[in-house]
């Protein structure tokens, strides 16, 4: 049973460019949320979709997008970088209607903004 | 504004002796709480979690504790091994209706279990 996969592993961008990271949820699971840790922080909620909505947003700008496919995979897209986008950005899945809240991550993607 | 706090960035321990990691939050909408172990290179692992209902959740050598009223947890490690050298996110979320809602991190405790 495959976990959270992430694409790709690592990413170097300039400023200004645009950047597309990729997750495939845990086999069952139907919500993915996107995280940003920044080095030294702990992960910060970017936002949540289900059923191919965004149903859940945390403090970031437009310039943060996303998507849901049908088969719940799900894309991160950031525009015009900035150096300060520079972090590990996690992909947890999780089921909307389990029991509790535990959300499972996947190993990330190391983006660095030059 | 951060809304979980978790105030030692780093905890040495010796093999064998008891871990307790701390966490302190402010967010009164807080009622679940969790856990979670990240080594280096790798994304955060559940590890324990607790509703606002209970006061005390274990699973093997992992207890957490809350303490609602002082709006505090902390974790317990017992016996402490080499391998739970890691650091440790404190998360919380509300929960009102189904669904998995966002969770809030704090920054993270480094734990060295020292063999």
């Known amino acids: 049973d495959a976990g959270v996969t992430q694409s790709p592993t690592h990413l170097i961008k300039t400023r200004g460019q645009q950047v597309t990271l990729r997750c495939s949820p845990k086999?069952?699971?139907?919500?993915v949320s996107w995280y940003q840790q920044a080095l030294g922080q702990g992960p910060q909620f970017i936002f949540q979709?289900?059923?191919?909505?965004?149903?859940q947003r945390g403090n970031f700008p437009d310039r943060f997008s996303g998507h849901q496919f049908p088969n719940y995979s799900s894309e991160l897209n950031v525009n015009a970088l900035l150096l300060g986008d520079s972090a590990l950005y996690l992909c947890?899945?999780?089921?909307?209607?389990?029991?509790?809240?535990?959300?499972?991550f996947g190993p990330g993607t190391r983006l660095t903004v030059l | 504004d951060q809304q979980v706090k978790q105030n030692s960035p780093s905890l040495s321990v010796q093999e064998g002796r008891i871990s307790i990691l701390n966490c302190d939050y402010t967010n009164s909408m807080f009622d679940y709480f969790l856990w979670y172990k990240k080594y280096p290179a790798e994304g955060p692992t559940f590890l324990i979690s607790?509703?606002?209902?209970?006061d005390k959740n274990e699973d093997g050598r992992f207890t957490v504790f809350l303490n609602k009223s002082a709006k505090h947890l902390s974790l317990h490690i017992v016996p402490s091994q080499p391998g739970d050298s890691a650091v440790y996110f404190c998360a919380a979320s509300e929960i009102s209706g189904a669904g998995s809602y966002q969770l809030t991190f704090g920054k993270g405790t480094k734990l060295s279990v020292i063999p």
């Open positions: 947890a899945s999780s089921l909307l209607a389990g029991l509790g809240n535990e959300q499972f």
């Open positions: 607790i509703s606002s209902i209970k």
């Open positions: 979709y289900y059923e191919e909505e965004e149903r």
């Open positions: 086999s069952g699971h139907d919500t």
